[in-house]
């Protein structure tokens, strides 16, 4: 084997790991708030468009790498329009009876009347 294949191989295991713990994340918090859809979006594009790259190219570690960034993101694509969906359709309500948005704007007029006294 020479040294750029054992190269590619140790890249794509890193890589690949790397990502491990997000997509783990992501699927069992249900969670992608933090993510933005434009990136997302952009990201799964930009991997279909470097397919025709990819796949031009002699079969090897750089196939292995981009066809788990295809599924990786093609997942947190449908998990963000999956879970955001249904996360947008519920209000959560805080325990002193507020929404979540309320209280956020309630509080610095709390803490401005707090000031004053």
């Known amino acids: 084997m020479d040294l ?3 190269a590619g191989m140790i890249s ?3 890589f ?5 713990p997000m997509l783990i994340k992501a699927r069992r918090t249900r ?4 993510y933005s859809l434009g990136n997302i979006v952009l990201s799964n594009l930009g991997n279909l ?4 790259y990819v796949f031009s190219l002699p079969t090897g570690p750089v196939w292995a790498l981009h066809g788990f960034y295809l599924v990786s993101m093609g997942l947190l694509l449908l998990w963000y329009l ?19 948005g309320s209280a956020s704007r ?7 009347a ?4």
Do not use: Q
Request: no cysteine; net charge positive; aromatic share 2%.
């Open 4 to 6: 750029p294949l054992i």
């Open 12 to 14: 794509t295991v890193i």
């Open 16 to 20: 690949a790991t790397s990502m491990l």
């Open 31 to 34: 969670d992608l708030t933090s």
């Open 49 to 52: 468009v470097h397919s025709l």
């Open 82 to 100: 999956r879970f955001n969906r249904r996360a947008g359709s519920a209000v959560r309500v805080g325990t002193d009876g507020l929404d979540e």
């Open 106 to 112: 309630a509080a610095p007029r709390m803490l401005h």
């Open 114 to 117: 707090v000031e004053r006294a």
